[in-house]
C-alpha cells in the first residue's frame, strides 16, 4: 500500500527535475568539422540523410541544424 505512491512521488519529482533542467540547456553551436557526419552511403529511409531516430532540435545534419 505504500511503495506504489512512493514510486509514484518518485517519478513526478524525476520529471519535473529533467523539464527543469531541459528547459535551461542551450543548444551548441554548429562548427562543420571535416572528419564529423560523414555520410559515404545514404540512409535507405526518408531522405537518406537523417537517421533513423532524428530529432531536428538535438541531432545535426551534415550542413548544420535544421531550426
Do not use: C, S
Request: aromatic share 12%; net charge positive.
Amino acid at each position: 500500500m505504500v511503495v506504489m505512491p512512493v514510486v509514484g512521488l518518485i517519478g513526478l519529482n524525476t520529471y519535473r527535475e529533467h523539464q527543469r533542467e531541459h528547459r535551461h540547456r542551450a543548444r551548441p553551436k554548429f562548427i562543420e568539422y571535416e572528419y564529423l557526419r560523414i555520410r559515404t552511403k545514404r540512409y535507405p529511409w526518408r531522405d537518406g540523410v537523417k537517421t533513423l531516430f532524428h530529432n531536428p532540435e538535438v541531432n545535426v545534419l551534415p550542413t548544420g541544424y535544421e531550426k
